[in-house]
């Protein structure tokens, strides 16, 4: 077990159409170790924005991003998702990890 102090987890939810920028900017991150993604499905009471195979399926494919990073470097990733969003696109919360490792 080990964990590096001020170690947090961004969780990302991306939409499909934005997935190649998002996995482009994060591998030119210098400070990122690598990240964690997989597809998802995505459901909610607001339908007016799905497409009418969406609305059918009642769900909207997305990625979901998982960065293990330095609580100092969140605010720049933070910034670095908002550059590959074009108006909002991306949902993300930041957790505390309280252990990692390789087992």
């Known amino acids: ?3 590096e102090q001020n170690e947090l987890i961004l969780i990302a939810i991306v939409p499909e159409p934005l997935k190649d920028d998002v996995v482009d900017s994060l591998m030119a991150a210098s400070f990122l170790s690598g990240f964690s ?3 998802i499905q995505g459901f909610s009471q ?3 924005h799905y497409n009418l195979s969406e609305q059918v399926e009642g769900y909207r494919d997305f990625y ?3 960065i293990l990073h330095k609580a100092g470097d969140s605010a720049f990733l ?3 998702l ?3 969003s ?3 696109n991306i949902r993300y919360w930041v957790s505390h990890l309280v252990e ?4």
């Open 1 to 3: 077990m080990t964990q």
């Open 37 to 39: 993604l997989s597809k």
């Open 78 to 80: 933070v910034r670095l």
């Open 46 to 48: 607001e339908h007016n």
């Open 82 to 84: 908002g550059a590959s």
């Open 100 to 103: 990692s490792g390789v087992v």
């Open 86 to 88: 074009s108006g909002n």
């Open 64 to 66: 979901r991003f998982e």
